[in-house]
């Protein structure tokens, strides 16, 4: 498991007043910025492992990271909530999919039944009829609270 949030950077114990949003490898202990706080690593399908099927699909994903590189940094912020703030926007830029969900729920929005799930980091996370904009939902509802979250691995 994967504890994610917002921490405060330290120096020998002592918090230096400057956040990141930060992934911490449970079995390990490693923490690390993640998200547009990790700022921008130029990687490339050559320096990556990965098998040759997988190829297509990552260079296409470094191709869509790429048209938001400006907004990755490594100054950190003034506070766990514009830490989670950060984490939010790097959510709605890049991790966000729809695909369809059967069976059949309420739209978040107006109850009409849909099968059109949105996703967010692949997990299922709400639904979403055609009669609404993904954009002005995600920027109104999609929350990431300053505390620490888990994720499987």
Known sequence: MNLRGPRERLNDKIGLGIWDYTNEEEETGKVYPIGYCMGWIEFSASNLKVKPDDLPVVKQELELRKKHKDK???????DAKEAADCFRRYLIDNEISVGEYPPDAPCHEC??????????CSWP????CDKHSLGLFLEKNL???????SSIT
């Open 72 to 78: 990755y940094h490594t100054h950190g912020h003034k």
């Open 143 to 149: 929350v990431i609270d300053p505390v620490i979250w």
């Open 111 to 120: 109850n009409l039944e849909t099968c059109r799930m949105v996703f967010v």
């Open 125 to 128: 996370y709400f639904r979403l």
